[in-house]
């Protein structure tokens, strides 16, 4: 199992950008996809973006495609999420996942973080 620790998120203004990070450690990490979920409240949770443990393949929801930008560092054990062009809508606890594979399907992914909450404002 891959331990995944979430930090980066705040509070911004609409049209503002935030950038989240997600610490990741164990023994398998560099073999496991990774990925961002969201949850606002009273909703279900949502992918937002997935990368293969390469960096190479990279797979996007279709709320936030065009404005956001995932990325990862193995070297550094971390994984980044660039959001841009933030909206109101956007307000949710985001959420760090580890998978064998790369995937949108939240079955698939074993291990969480423990969440940052992003707070848009207008």
């Known amino acids: 199992q891959v331990q995944l620790v979430e930090s980066g998120g705040g509070l911004v203004q609409a049209g503002g950008s935030l950038r989240l990070s997600c610490a990741a450690s164990?023994?398998?990490?560099?073999?496991?996809?990774l990925a961002w979920f969201r949850q606002a409240p009273g909703k279900e949770r949502e992918f937002v973006a997935a990368i293969s443990w390469s960096g190479l393949i990279t797979y996007y929801g279709e709320p936030v495609k065009g404005r956001i930008a995932i990325s990862r560092d193995n070297a550094k054990k971390s994984m980044f999420l660039q959001m841009n062009s933030l909206k109101r809508e956007d307000t949710a606890v985001y959420y760090c996942?580890?998978?064998?594979?790369?995937?949108?399907?939240?079955?698939?992914?074993?291990?969480w973080g423990q969440g940052t909450q992003v707070t848009v404002s207008t």
């Open positions: 164990g023994p398998t990490f560099r073999t496991y996809t």
């Open positions: 996942a580890a998978a064998p594979s790369i995937t949108r399907m939240i079955s698939e992914y074993d291990s």
